[in-house]
């Protein structure tokens, strides 16, 4: 599947559980105010193409990249040479992760254990935020009828 069609297979999936969220279970989307979904959108639509990062020419690779590129000029502008250490370290893993054992196309990228992993950092922000995210990835795997553990 293209990184559109996640994009918008993302979006119903959590549309969907929102809306069975706001009907039946009534435990989460009815406490979270939609500044929260507007401030946090640039992160869930990662979240649906963040699987694809074990893929070397993926989008999310990409945006991740000029993402952190730019941290690590903007860090190193303003002196934060632990920024730029940190920055450059995470970088450099994202570009070498495809040649370790394991991280080929749909590999542990596209497993239960990496998604909850990167969930986890993202309730670093806010658990609300990660939970949507963790159901944002989910449907990467569900898209791709490629769910694994590890």
């Known amino acids: 599947m293209n990184w559109k069609a996640h994009i918008i297979f993302g979006i119903f ?16 989307f009815q406490q979270v105010d ?6 946090f959108t640039p992160i869930l639509l990662i979240s649906f193409l963040l699987s ?4 070397q020419i993926s989008k999310v690779r990409l945006i991740i990249t000029l993402f952190l590129t730019i941290s690590i000029i903007f860090s190193a502008l303003i002196g934060n040479i632990s920024y730029v250490i940190m920055l450059s370290i995470i970088l450099l893993s994202i570009w070498v992760l495809f040649l370790l054992p394991g991280w080929h196309h749909r590999g542990h990228a596209h ?6 992993l990167i969930s ?30 590890w």
Do not use: Q
Not at 111 to 116: D, E, K, P, R
Not at 128 to 143: E, N, Q, R, T, Y
């Open 120 to 149: 986890l950092l993202v309730a670093l922000l806010s658990w609300k935020i990660a939970i949507v995210f963790f159901f944002g990835a989910l449907s990467h795997l569900v898209a791709d009828t490629c769910i694994k553990i």
């Open 13 to 28: 999936f959590v549309i969907g559980l929102m809306l069975i969220d706001k009907y039946y279970w009534h435990f989460f």
């Open 52 to 55: 694809d990062i074990d893929h």
């Open 111 to 116: 497993s239960l254990i990496f998604v909850a």
């Open 34 to 39: 939609w500044k929260t979904y507007l401030i």
